[in-house]
C-alpha cells in the first residue's frame, strides 16, 4: 500500500513567505495565505507503528506536524484554502531528497527496499485569497518546469470530494523489451542526412534524436561499415556519432581553415603554449596542458594546480537548474578527472543572459504581459524559458551544486546582452589541486593497461542525459530532446569523490580515472582505452536506475555522479571494499585489451566491434573557408552630455556594472577555509574582477583567479575583442598581487552559426588575437573549451520564423601563483589622504562601450592593446607591491574610469577629489574620459609618505596622480579643463550601486 | 574524571561522510591549538573500526550531510541515533568534549544532544530552520558570549563567519526561558565590529534571541552555527586589508591568528 506522508510546518516557514512575496511580485496582489506541505510518497507497505517512525524520522518534532494520507485514509483539511498546487518529479528524474529518505527508511527500520518500491518527493503549496483558476495555473507554471516536474491543481471542494491530493508515485515504467537494431547505411544520401540530422528511424516511424553528423561524416561511416560487410549496429552508429561530435572532437576548432592546415586550435592555441614554455625554459610552470580533463601548472615543491571551464548552455535553456547543477558538478568531475584525481578547491561561474523584463512580466514563459515571447514551435504550444526564470534557475543551479559540494565560490560574473534571450551561456569552472607524486609516482601520468578492470563508480544509469553531446553540437530548435535534460546529485559525487581523492588515490588502486560526462560511457571508456589499446565491456552489468533501456542508451546516457577508472584485478577488492564502506556503488562492467577494437557486448552477444583507430580519428577533415566581415563604421551623434552627474549614477546601475551581490553572498566561497579576498571586498562589499585564495593551510602561498569577456566588441573588431580580454584577465589578476611572469589562461569560445564563412572569419581573427598576445605575455593557455553552435532557431508570437545567435563570445579565465597572500590588494580604497594614481592612458576607444551601450550607439573604435607598453607597466606596479606601496587597486574595465573610481570609492565608503585634467592619453571629451574602456589602466591609492618612492618604481610608464582619498563622503570630479563635473553624494552613489537587484 | 593524556595532547574525532565537507580544516584548527586529531569516516565507527572512547573531544563539522534533506542535520544525526547512540552516551558520561560547527550543530541538535534540558538527552528540544530569507547566506557575524562553557572560556566578544541555509534557532518560549536561566545560551549575535563594518545587521537569520550556538547544561556540548575554523587565519577577516594597510604604515608586524583559534585552543586547555 502507498502511502502520502505530508510535512507540515507548525509555526513560521520562510519558504512561505518568499514565495507569497514572489507571487505578490508577479502580481498575485490578492493572496492572502500560503503555506507549504512537503510530501513522501512512501510506495511500500507498512505497518502504522512503523508509518509513525518514518514520519518521526523524515520531521523535526520541534517545528513540524505530519499527515497520512492513503487510498483508505483521507486526508485532514487542516484550513480553508482556495487552491491546492502540487509539484513533483516526472518519471526518471533525479529525485535527490527521495533518495537520501529511502536511506533513512532502510537504515532506521532495517529493511530494504525492492526494485518495485521506492520513495517520491512532492511539495503542495496551499493559496488562499480572491484567485481565479486561471490564476492557479499560472502560478503553478511559475513553480515548475514542465520538461522535468508534474503538477497538479486541486480546489478545496475538489481536495475535500477527493480525500486530498493524488496519490502518485513517478515510476518509470518501460515494458519494451530492450533491443540492439541494425541501422541500413546502403540508402540514398538524402536518408543519410536526414538520420544524421534527426536521428536513427524507429519502428514507429520517429527519430531518436541528433547524431549531428553532417553527410561528409555519414558517408565515412557508410564506408568504413561497406569495407566491414555489414551494418553498424544502432550502438555503433550512437557511440561514433558521441565520439566524433563537435562537442568531443572540436571539428570547427581544430579542421582546416583557409590556408591555415593545422587549424585554429593547433596554430593559434596550442601553438602559443608550445612557444612560451619553450621561451621560459627553466621557468615554465606548465606540467599538463590541453591533454587532460582539467590543465595543470606549478603550485610549488609538492602540489600542482589545475583548472578547468566548462559551458553547459544548451542543458541550461531547457532547464536552467538542471542545466548549471550539473555544469558545476561536472566541472568538478574535469578535477577529479585529471591526472590521478585532484581535489576541486574552488568553483567559478559564469552566466551570459538576456536581460530579464520587470518581475510581474518575467512571470513566466509565454506569459502575455511579457514583450518578448519566442517559441520553439510553429503552433506556438511550446515557448521558451522567459529570462528571469533562466536567470533564477541558473543561479540556484550553482548554489546547490557549489554549495552542497563543499568547494568556495569566490569568483564569478553575470553579463547581459539580449541576444543570449534564445540561448544563455553558463559557465562552470573549477581549480584543483594535487600532489606532484603519489607514492613516487607522477600523480599528472596515468594510463590503463591491458588487463585492467573497467570500473564505473558513483551514481546509476537512466534516460537522463541521452544525446547531451550531439545535441549541443547542433542549435535550439522545437527537435530539441527533453531527455538531453540531467538534474545533478551532488552528494552522490561528495561521496564519490571523498572516497577517490582522499582515499583510493593515495593508495594507488587505480590506474586511470576520467569522468563520464559528455557522451557518458562511451565517450570515457573509449577515451581511457586509447591509453591500453582497446577494452571489452559487457554492457548488461552496468547499474541501472529502472529496467528497459536499449544498450545504446546504456553506453551514451549522461546520467551524472561517475566516473569510470582502470583498476588492476589484484587491486580490486581492495577498492571495492573501500567504496562498499563509503557507500558508493562501483562495477566491473569489462576490461581493457589490446586489441586495438572497442568491442560492448550485452548478454553475451556481441553488439559493437569498432576499431579504436576509426573511432577516434576516422572523422573525415572539413576544409573550412572564412569570408572577412567589413566592419560598419559608425560615428557617434550625441553631444557631449551635460549632467555628469545623472550619468554616472545610471552608469553605476547598469545590469552589466552593478551589485550582484545576492549571488555572491548566497554562494559559500569560506568553505575550506581557503579564502583569502573573496568577491566581495571592503566596506561597500563591491564585487570584485579578482579573488585570492590559499589552498593549503599551513602555506602562505595563494592563487589568485580572475576572468574577462567582451562580447560587445565582437562585431565591431573580433581581433581587438580577442585582445582586451586577454589583457583585461591578465590585469585583473596583477591588480590583485598576482606575479606577471607565473600566469596560466583558459580559452572558452562560445560561437553562432559556425559554418557561416564570416563567423568563421571572426573566429579566426579572435583566435589569432589569443596566440599574439598570450605569447606577448608570455601567458601560456593551458586548457580550453569551445561551443560553436549558440543559435536559437523558432518562431515569435506571430508565428514568424525567428534566429537569435549569441554574440561572438569569448571567456578568457586567468590564474596565477603568488608566494605570499599578504602581498594582494583588495580595490577599496582604505584611508582619507592617499593619493589617486591612474597607472595607463585613456584614449577615445569607447566602441562598443557600456557607455555607448547605455546611450544607444555602437561606435567603431574598440580599445587597442599594446603589450609590450603594459607589460612593462604590469613589472613596475607588481614591484611596488612587493615593496608594500599600493594600498588597493582595481583594473579599470567595463564602465571605464568613473565606474572603477567609484567602485573603489563604494567599498571604502569615503570620498574622493578627482582631477581629470592630468590625465595621460588623448581624451577630448569628459565623457570620453570618465567612460572609455581603454585597456592597460589600473587605479591604486598609496599612503602620502610612500610618493616618491612609488613614482621611483613606476618610472617610465605612463602614470598620473589624478586626486586623492577625502573623508568627506563625496565623490568630486574636475574635468578635462579644470571645471566641476560631478559632485555626487557617496550614499547616492552606493544606492545607485545596488539597487538594481535589491529585490532579488 | 578527567582522563589526561599521556603525551598531554587531548585526541580529537572529527566526523566525517555522507556530505560533511568540513573536516580537514576543523581538525587543522585542532591541530594548531595543540591537539592530535582524527579524520573519522561515520561507517569506520558504525563497523566499529574506530571507537569513541578513544577520544576527548568529539567533532561534528559542517557540511551539507546528505543534502540537507529532510532538514539540515537530520539524516545524519539518525545515522548516528541508529548505531552510534550506545557509544554516545558511555562518551557523556566521561568528563569530555564535543562540539558541532555549523551542519555539525544541526546534527547535534537533532541528535538531541544540546540543550537536553531536564537531562533528556536525544530528545530534540530545538530546531534551526531556514533563513529568515529562505536563502543561504554567507558573511561575518560579531558573536557575544553568555555562558560559562569551557569551549569560551575568557572570551567576551569574537566575530566569526556564517555560511548557512538553516540557520535560525527556534525553541518554544517555555524551554527558551529554560535555556536562558540555565546559561544554556553560549553565543547571541550582536552589533559589533564587523557588522558596523560591513553595514549588516547583527543578526543574520532571524534567530530567536539572537542565538547562535547553545550548550547542554554542563557546558560541554557546544553547538553553533559560526565557523571558528573558517576564521583561524589574519588574511579570513573581512577588514585585514584595511588592517593589513594601517599595520603596514604603522611598521607593525601582521598578525597570523584569526579569532576562531582561541576556540579551539579552550578545549585543549581543558585537558591541560
Redesign the interface.
Known sequence: MTTRIGIIVKDFDARAQTRQKKLNGFGFKNISDLWIIDVYTVDKSFSEKHLESIAQALSNPVTQNFIFRTKNKKAKLENQFSFAIEIGFLPGVTDNIAHTAKEIIEDTLKIKFSNDEDVYTSQVTFINGKISKADAEQIALSLHNPLIQRTLIKSCGQFIKDGGMDIVTSKVKLIKKPQVTDVNLNISDEELIKIGKSGILNSDETRRGPLALDLLFMKAIQKYFKKLGRNPTDIELESIAQTWSEHCKHTIFGGPIDKIKGGLYKTYIKRATEEIRKKKGKKDFCVSVFTDNSGAIVFDDNYLITHKVETHNSPSALDPYGGSITGIVGVNRDTIGFGLGAKPIANFYGFCLAPPASQARALRAGDPSDEIILYRDKDLKNPILSSRRIMDGVIDGVNAGGNQSGIPTPQGFIYFDERYRGKPLVFAGTIGLIPKKIKGKLSHIKKSLPGDLIVMTGGRVGKDGIHGATFSSVGLDSGSPAAAVQIGDPITQKKMSDAIIKEARDQLLYNSITDDGAGGLSCSVSEMAKESGGCIVDLEKVPLKYAGLDPWEIWISESQERMTLAIPKNNWKKFSDLMKRRGVEATIIGEFTRSGRCVVDYNGKKIMDVDLEFLHDGLPKRQLETKELSIKKQELSIAEPKDQKKILLSMLSRMNLTSFKFISQQYDNIVQSNAVLGPLQGRGRVNADASVIKPILKSQKGVVMSQALYPSYSEIDPYKMGAVCIDSAVRNVIAAGAKPDIIALLDNFCWCESFEPERLWQLKQTAKACYDYAVSYGTPFISGKDSMFNDFKGFDNNGLPIKISVPPTLLISSIGVIDDITKTVSLDAKFAGDIIYILGETHEELGGSEYFSMINQTGSIVPDVDAEKNKKLYASYYNAIQQKLIASSISIGRGGLAVALAKKIIGGQLGADIYLKNLPGSVNRNDFALYSESQGRILVTIAPSNKKIFEKAMLGNAISQIGKIVKEPTIKINGLKGEEIINLNLKDATNAYRKTFADY | MRIINIMNKPKVLVF????L??E??TA?GFELAGASSDIV?I??IV?GREKLDKYQILSFP???A??????AG??YA??VR?HLWVQIQKFLEKDKLIIGICNGCQIVT?LGLIPALSQNYGE????Q???????????WVDLRVVSDTPWLLGIDTLSL?I?H?EG?F???KKDLKELHKNRQIALQYTLGEMSI???LPANPN?SIDDIAGITDSTGKILGLMP?P??G??F??IP?W??L???Y??EGQK?PVDGPGLQIFKNAVKYFK
Open positions: 566525517s561522510g555522507y556530505g565537507n568540513s580537514e580544516e587543522y569516516h561507517n569506520d563497523d559542517g557540511g551539507f546528505y543534502g540537507d534533506d529532510t532538514g537530520n539524516a539518525n545515522k541508529n537533532n530534540r528540544q530545538v530546531a530552520v531556514y533563513n529568515q530569507s529562505a536563502r543561504f547566506i554567507t558573511r563567519p555560511a541555509g535560525k527556534f525553541v518554544d563594518y560591513l553595514d532571524g565557523h575554523e573558517r583561524m587565519f588574511n579570513q577588514n586589508q584595511l593589513k594597510e594601517k603596514n604604515r601582521l
